[in-house]
């Protein structure tokens, strides 16, 4: 019943301030609706479990370049059957690599696909809601191909006809039958987005320690730690090394966490993000609380008056933490439905890199926190008025006025440094983040991006099964794409560049002695068509570029990149000399024939890496390649040609992630540009509750000073003095937050170093810009109550005390 009393009560008092109720709700609606909104994001991709059986037990494991200079890399298939039938950590290790296929008929589509050994979905404790996976025999036995589909892929595709397990679908080159569907629960393992599974069929040939190419995940037993299976795989890798020096001397194993492996790459930056959105939660209660103060002040009479008639301490202090919750109440509920708009407007944002982007919702976990956080609010901003001297005191009523005492007038300005100090943190780690990816987009690609379209063609086995049919289709698409108007030059290559796609693998060069085991030099392989050069604007530095003319019954030749050049031939030409190439033909002894710029191909902030690029006449690239287009400046034109061109050669083959090269580039730097576009975000809205929270505390304090101003201007005090007075009052409480600010971010520099490329954690320029920025705008917040302060009429002011 009392609490029904002090609810009444409190609102009450709140319908009668709605200036007060409005500003303090907005306040807190915007702090907690931007931490919920971000703790969706955090909950999503780092708390909640992954979708599989006890996924804690569940690792990827790599093979690892020792020294540290390659912790994830692909595995090759025999290590993979040495591993899974020596180590005794885990209780069952599947391999899986990627696949695609073209589904056929009125609207051609290529999936992204996962070749998978048949144990695959029972190491991640995953069962079909239709159909069956396939066993080891079907594995083994070739011939249609066998799928499982994911739901979406199920749905979208075929209209979720259950009747569709057990027969076939058309794809390019013959069909596929399908053997189930996945639940709409389980996602893909990390770097994928496939749509399909079908056997792994690893036969004898696959056992030879030749290449490198799959992936391999495993269910620890029951008890065993990761550093456990870490210890045994190092065991197993060194015995290795030992029976094949010439091909695993050097490697290890990397035995990962799967939800490590999924989302370690993104934790560092999104609890950056919470952390920074916890400053703004905070700055938001301060300015409640400084609003809370001026109200306890300005209600001391009334809460004196009801001490007088018999209310206790505790009973003041309840009701007062009631109306206090009350508003944080209503801010959680805003938050909330703010939570709701921005957890979709940040999904919608997220780079495609962010993991587990379907899996962020408002859950009971989101709503548990968001209520934790509404009630710690609540009390935090009460409390400080709650442990006022003022409160219930009956001298109040004597004094005739209500009078702040100095303690709460210091706490209040305590609470501003405060705020300018969180707000200066967030600022100069979003001017980092804003000077670093500046940094990052002024990195020359080594190629020129302007007016470049590009279009992924894979060409399906079925209907393209050998190297010259592959070779021609590629041929007549280009030739036909130069003679489209508005096309200025036209070229393929097997990994765009700046993609972060490729393949590598090691070389050496003929005449010299042979590398020891597991010292070759390493470089990337591309393979591109003659016109691919002058399409992209990467410039030939020396000798010449492959022709038409260097087809397969030519003599073998390779360009090679300048970082390739600079490490292996330092100061002399390279021209000339040959390379033996660790690929499909390893024997034989390649010229150089030229030698192009560099080109960032796994991102502007990665260094430029040794390339040797093949001639598309001379290498078995499968028939998967990237059309790059240069045009005269209609992208639209251009795709519009691309398509033009492939379906009159073939309509049953589709195009895929077509896209400007500026969208790449874009898509390149969008791990930072995220975090940066949020915590700018966070930044500004810190600034804004900063100059607010001043603006308040200025506002109150020439209220309370009123009389003394109207003497200091009736003893000939000029109004330019009121209002540096004011203005001083109000630059001192910033410099002391940038002070304190300095402190702080010197202390967390090395949280951001990660996240920056080409400018230090304490860089001094974007702190000097930031805390002008602070400055300017504390002027700002302090015009207002200097001017009124100046406008103080002493007559009036001393006549009325």
Not at 463 to 469: A, H, L
Request: charged share 15%.
């Amino acid at each position: 019943m009392t609490l029904l009393q002090d609810i009444r009560y409190a609102l009450r008092a709140l319908r009668k301030s709605p200036g007060y109720t409005l500003v303090a709700v907005a306040t807190l609606g915007l702090g907690i609706g931007a931490t919920t909104a971000i703790f969706t994001v955090v909950n999503g991709v780092l708390l909640r479990p992954l979708p599989y059986h006890d996924p804690d037990r569940l690792t990827m494991i790599w093979e690892a370049k020792q020294g540290g200079t390659t912790r994830f890399n692909v595995v090759n298939p025999g290590n993979y059957f040495d591993w899974k039938t020596r180590a005794t950590s885990f209780a069952d290790m599947a391999a899986f690599t990627w696949s695609g296929l073209t589904l056929t008929g009125d609207n051609p589509e290529h999936v992204q696909g996962r070749m998978v050994t048949p144990n695959f979905f029972r190491v991640l404790g995953v069962s079909p809601v239709l159909g069956r996976t396939f066993t080891d025999e079907e594995a083994a036995a070739g011939g249609n191909r066998l799928v499982l589909l994911s739901d979406r892929l199920w749905k979208r595709r075929f209209g979720g006809d259950p009747s569709l397990v057990g027969s076939t679908i058309p794809i390019a080159g013959g069909v596929a039958t399908v053997l189930g569907v996945l639940p709409a629960s389980f996602q893909p393992l990390p770097w994928g987005d496939e749509e399909y599974w079908e056997p792994f069929q690893l036969d004898a040939g696959a056992l030879a320690r030749r290449g490198r190419y799959s992936q391999v995940i495993a269910r620890l037993r029951e008890g065993v730690t990761p550093a456990v299976a870490q210890a045994e795989m190092n065991r197993i890798t060194a015995t290795l090394s030992q029976e094949y020096p010439g091909f695993n001397t050097g490697w290890g194993a990397n035995v990962v966490p799967l939800a490590e492996q999924v989302s370690g790459s993104v934790r560092r930056p999104l609890l950056i993000l919470m952390g920074a959105v916890a400053l703004v939660l905070l700055i938001a209660c301060a300015n409640l609380t400084n609003l809370m103060l001026g109200r306890a002040v300005s209600r001391s009479r009334e809460f004196a008056i009801r001490a007088a008639l018999g209310a206790g301490r505790h009973r003041l202090a309840v009701q007062w933490l009631t109306e206090s919750l009350l508003l944080a109440a209503a801010g959680g509920g805003v938050g909330v439905l703010l939570a709701f708009l921005g957890a979709d407007l940040l999904t919608r944002a997220a780079p495609g890199g962010v993991p587990r982007l379907r899996e962020i919702a408002v859950d009971w976990r989101v709503l548990g926190a968001a209520a934790l956080t509404t009630l710690a609010s609540g009390a935090l901003v009460a409390l400080p008025a709650l442990l006022r001297r003022g409160i219930g005191q009956v001298e109040v009523l004597r004094a005739g006025q209500s009078t702040p005492d100095g303690r709460t007038g210091r706490f209040r300005s305590a609470l501003v440094v405060g705020q300018v100090t969180l707000a200066l943190v967030l600022l100069f780690g979003a001017g980092l983040l804003i000077r670093s990816l500046a940094r990052l987009v002024a990195v020359d690609p080594g190629f020129d991006p302007s007016n470049l379209v590009t279009a992924q063609i894979d060409l399906p086995q079925g209907g393209y099964p050998d190297r010259s049919k592959q070779e021609l289709f590629f041929s007549e698409l280009l030739e036909r794409l130069r003679a489209s108007p508005g096309v200025v030059d036209a070229g393929a290559v097997s990994f765009l560049p700046i993609t972060g796609a490729g393949a590598a693998t090691s070389f050496s060069v003929a005449g010299r002695p042979a590398p020891a085991p597991g010292q070759a030099p390493v470089a990337e392989i591309r393979i591109v068509d003659p016109g691919y050069f002058s399409a992209m604007r990467i410039p030939l530095l020396r000798g010449r570029l492959a022709t038409s003319a260097d087809a397969d019954s030519a003599a073998p030749v390779v360009m090679v990149n300048a970082a390739l050049a600079r490490a292996m031939w330092p100061g002399a030409d390279p021209v000339g000399q040959r390379l033996l190439v660790d690929w499909w033909d390893a024997e034989t002894a390649r010229q150089v024939i030229g030698v192009v710029g560099d080109v960032h191909q796994h991102g502007l902030d990665e260094e430029v890496r040794p390339a040797i690029y093949y001639p598309i006449g001379q290498s078995p690239f499968g028939g998967s390649m990237t059309v790059v287009v240069r045009t005269r400046g209609d992208a639209a034109a251009a795709t519009t040609a691309i398509r033009e061109a492939v379906r009159g050669l073939d309509r049953d083959i589709p195009l895929s992630d077509v896209a400007t090269m500026y969208t790449h580039l874009a898509a390149s730097t969008s791990d930072r540009r995220y975090p940066m576009l949020l915590l700018t975000v966070f930044a500004g809205l810190a600034l804004v509750l900063a100059a607010i929270g001043l603006y308040g505390v200025l506002t109150f304090t020439v209220g309370q000073r009123t009389r003394e101003l109207g003497v200091r201007i009736a003893l000939g005090a000029r109004p330019g003095d009121v209002v540096r007075l004011v203005l001083g009052s109000g630059i001192r409480l910033t410099l002391a937050g940038i002070l304190l600010g300095t402190a702080v971010t010197s202390a967390l520099g090395g949280v951001m170093t990660k996240l920056l490329y080409g400018i230090p954690a304490t860089d001094p320029l974007t702190f000097v810009v930031v805390a002008m920025v602070l400055l300017a705008v504390a002027l700002v917040a302090s015009v207002i109550p200097a001017r009124r302060a100046a406008r103080v009429d002493p007559m009036i002011v001393l006549r009325d005390g």
